[in-house]
């Protein structure tokens, strides 16, 4: 079932060519993975939520998704050589973001250029994949997909543990307190009969009930 599993996927791919773009976008989707195609980085960065000043009309047709309910991106692949925003660019703002540094980017170039690909590497991309793109090199990209998800998982428990950490002393302490308050009525509870008891047993109290008896010698 490796097919459901990596459907799971979602990858974002950016380029301004239609060409490319709609190559790349064919290939993921044959690996199976759920794919968002834009034609530039601001778009790129706008979709993943790091909306730059130079924002761009929403509702242009560039961006098209497979499934909009599923807002989460597990990789970026985009192209080198764009106008505006570089692919190198839009990788800096991705791994210079709190939020969005640990998803996995890979970038794309139709120049073997050395000094250009071991900058991309240095930057933080995981892969440097000349074009045209083939459905080899795709079969890279889902070990950095898994890697991400697996730490994700990890923080999203981490934070239960940290919750259910903090959660509980406050409950101890609510059942302390709760406990505390059953222990002072049940002690009133006994003063109360004890007092009762005492009172019956006075003779002040029983003097009373012989008052009416007259005694005849």
Same mark, same amino acid.
């Given at each position: 079932m490796g097919i459901t599993a990596e459907s799971q996927f979602h990858v974002l791919a950016v380029d301004d060519s239609i060409i490319d773009r709609k190559l790349i976008e064919r290939l993921l989707k044959t690996s199976s993975y759920q794919v968002t195609t834009v034609d530039s980085g601001s778009k790129a960065l706008e979709f993943l939520g790091l909306h730059e000043g130079d924002t761009n009309d929403p509702n242009t047709p560039s961006v098209s998704s497979n499934n909009h309910q599923e %807002? *989460? %991106?597990?990789?970026? $692949?985009? =192209? &080198?050589?764009?106008? @505006?925003?570089? @692919? &190198? =660019?839009? #990788?800096?703002? $991705?791994? *210079?973001?709190?939020? #969005?540094?640990? $998803?996995?980017v890979v970038i794309m170039s139709s120049e073997n250029v050395p000094s250009r690909i071991s900058r991309c590497l240095e930057e933080g991309a995981e892969e440097f994949f000349l074009k045209p793109v083939r459905l080899s090199d795709l079969n890279k990209l889902r070990p950095h997909m898994l890697k991400t998800k697996f730490k994700d998982?990890?923080?999203k428990q981490e934070k239960q543990e940290e919750k259910a950490d903090f959660e509980s002393p406050k409950r101890q302490e609510k059942e302390e307190e709760q406990q505390h308050q059953e222990q002072l009525l049940q002690q009133q509870s006994s003063n109360n009969k004890r007092k009762a008891v005492e009172e019956g047993l006075s003779p002040e109290r029983s003097r009373p009930r012989y008052s009416g008896i007259t005694t005849v010698v």
């Open positions: %807002v *989460e %991106v597990n990789l970026v $692949i985009t =192209d &080198y050589c764009m106008p @505006g925003m570089t @692919g &190198y =660019d839009l #990788l800096k703002k $991705i791994k *210079e973001s709190s939020s #969005l540094k640990t $998803i996995p998982q990890n923080k």
